[in-house]
């Protein structure tokens, strides 16, 4: 009796997950015409002005192009503008592709680049990548010029970034409030469904610029659990699955049956204090803290190794990155801070985390680590979306996320993370503000001397060294694992992977 009822309860968990990875969904048993991604969230939004996360990102780049792209060394290239000419400091004049094509049909003209631009301006989530811009002038239906205040350093590779996508006016226009889930762009596929929560269904458009995409039908699951996601590999229920840390990641970097495919990207991971909430205010307790902890632990037990202690706000891959002095673990230090502090006996404190495995497993170790200078710590863990909402209206009180430059320059870098213009959703979730720091961050964005902006980065990252309106944890390698039949797969810096011209056999 007893082994007829574990059957049925194996059966029945195996249908359970059958279904939560799609075993239901016709284009999941799509063969070589479907490729299946997962990642560990769902996106935010499809509106490329309405939310700068990642799991959008690595959607939205595949519905959407920018006028730039950037190369593999960071120098911005062209994509949907053929090229551009600098008259002077202030101006820059573009000259688009013609016969790009939107999802509707509609061929993209200037005055759609004008429209997009002029909309993102206007966001607050992304409005700052732009700061600078005062002028989008449609000179004819393939010439853009665009002029800045002051000399703009960064505005090639910022007209780079994901958000910065092209959109249709007309479709645009037409969907109103209702675009992000019914998004219309130029890039090599376009939106079929969103059912929130499970998953993005995309399908190759066949009059890409580019030319059409060998994958017909994309879709993106939302699997939480790595080891979910994991199963569903081994399984053949997805093709490709992001972010894969821990025990998983060891048994899949060892198996010949699957691509493991690692590298290095421009993101750090760190932990965030809100210094609008006493008593991360006081930078004794900052300090404290910092120095309560030890990164080596970490990268060992929930990177594996795969990993570099950080320490400044940039990556050591990233132009202008300087090498600041590391917090090196000094429990009775960090005790004397905080008796110094007024804290002789320690606090009770929360740390918030999404719903992500790594930065959970990073908490733990961190409660360890505090609870040795008489710090309680609870972790609470958040739904992507309301973690972004919360830690952007500041309802949190210490936070782990990641930030990657994904401009390559040191002025979204820091700018978005540190400017006293950018507080919450923006980017900058401890709400730490230093005049010092803004005017230093403006200097750094019209500086057009390569050497005299590394000298004001330097000064930078020395600054929030000595500030810590966030702790640098660590500058992890990503990972994406495929099955071994899906070929061309190439790794995002960003982590934003694009899947045009990726194929799989059968």
Known sequence: MKKKFYLLAVMIFSMLFL???????????????????????????????????????????????????????????????ESWERPDDKTIIFHLRQGVKFHNGDEMKASDVKFSLERALKSPE????????????????????????????????????????????????EAGDKFAQNPVGTGPYKFVSWQSGDRITLEAFPDYWKGATPIKNLVFRNIVE?????????????DVIYDIQGMDKTKLKDNEAFNFIEGPQVSITYLGFNMKKAPYDNLKVREAISYAIDQKPIIDTVFLGAGQAGNSILTPNVWGYSDVEKYTQNIEKAKALLAEAGYPNGFK????????????????????????????LTIETVEWGAFLDGTARGDHEMYLLGWGTVTRDPDYGMFELTSSTTMGA??????????????????GKTELDPEKR??????????????????????????????KEVKNFKLDAAQAHRIYGVTKGE
């Open 426 to 443: 923006a980017g900058n979730r401890s709400f730490y503000s230093n005049a010092e720091v803004d005017k230093l961050l403006e200097a």
């Open 349 to 376: 404190a929360k740390i918030w985390v999404n719903d992500n495995p790594v930065r959970r497993d990073t908490a733990v170790i961190l409660q360890d680590q505090l609870k040795q200078i008489g710090i309680d």
């Open 19 to 81: 279904v939560a990875c799609g075993g239901n969904d016709k284009a999941a048993d799509g063969g070589k015409d479907t490729l299946v991604v997962a990642q560990g969230a769902d996106a935010k939004s499809l509106d490329p002005h309405a939310s700068n996360d990642n799991p959008s990102a690595r959607v939205r780049v595949q519905i959407f192009d920018t006028l730039m792209y950037l190369d593999d060394d960071g120098v911005p290239q062209p994509m949907l503008a």
């Open 454 to 483: 590394k000298d004001i980065y330097k000064k930078i990252q020395e600054i929030i060294r000595k500030d810590l309106p966030m702790y640098i944890v660590v500058y992890p390698l990503q990972n994406v694992v495929t099955k």
């Open 126 to 173: 992304v409005s700052h990548i732009l700061a600078g811009v005062n002028g989008v002038e449609v000179i004819d239906d393939y010439t853009v010029k665009v002029t800045t205040e002051k000399p703009m350093a960064a505005i090639l590779n910022n007209l780079s970034h994901s958000t910065l996508a092209i959109l249709s006016e007309k479709a645009t226009t």
């Open 226 to 238: 790595e080891t979910n996601r994991t199963i569903g590999l081994e399984t053949g229920e997805l």
